[in-house]
Structure formats: C-alpha cells, structure tokens
Nanobody, 116 residues
Framework: QVQLVESGGGLVQAGGSLRLSCAAS????????MGWYRQAPGKQRELVAA???????NYADSVKGRFTLSRDNAKNTVYLQMNSLRPEDTAVYYC??????????WGQGTQVTVSS
C-alpha cells in the first residue's frame, strides 16, 4: 500500500516557473520508478518525466530543456522543476510510482494552469 501526495500546482504566467512535489509513503520497495504524467482537457494522459531509484531519467520531448526531474530517496519524494512554462503545459499533473513488487500507485493530481 503506497500513498502519493502531490503539491506545488497553481496558476502562473507564461514564462514563469513552478515546482511540483510528490511524497510517497507506505510500503515502498527500494527499486522503483517515480514520475509525472499530465492530462489536458480533451486529451490523453501523457508521460512528462520519470526517474528510477538510481537516477535514470526520461523526459517527454515537449519538456526537454525546460523541466527538471529529481528525487530524494531518503524522503521518498520526487520534484519536478518546471521553467519557461507555456500555455500548452496547462493540465492536471499526476504523480505515479511503479515497481515490480506492487501495483502502480497514482496521486490525486494537481492543477497547473499557465496563462498567456
């Protein structure tokens, strides 16, 4: 049983920055992948970025060079630093934890709105 709690979403102007946090608690297997997905109105949910417990990161092409994903294994927390935000980044952002031991876990989502 894993619980994910996201924070840091909000309203920001184009070109601005936000930092999202996702804290995991519960029975967390050491070897895992944590990441962020997002879903805009009328669109499919898509991967934004994911990071393994050893620090290997995958970014969506649309966010490379603008977003930075990191994790603090001691705190079981991942951070998504979002810079140079664009209106098309507007979406609900969901944290996800995956491992071979447990079922995938999802956070409740946090709204990010970027105004033009």
């Amino acid at each position: 049983q894993v619980q994910l709690v996201e924070s840091g979403g909000g309203l920001v102007q184009a070109g601005g920055s936000l930092r999202l946090s996702c804290a995991a608690s519960g029975n967390i297997f050491r070897v895992n992948t944590m990441g962020w997905y997002r879903q805009a109105p009328g669109k499919q949910r898509e991967l934004v970025a994911a990071i393994t417990s050893t620090g290997s990161i995958n970014y969506a092409d649309s966010v490379k060079g603008r977003f930075t994903l990191s994790r603090d294994n001691a705190k079981n927390t991942v951070y998504l630093q979002m810079n140079s935000l664009r209106p098309e980044d507007t979406a609900v952002y969901y944290c996800k934890l995956s491992s071979w031991v447990s079922r995938d876990s999802w956070g409740q989502g946090t709204q990010v709105t970027v105004s033009s």
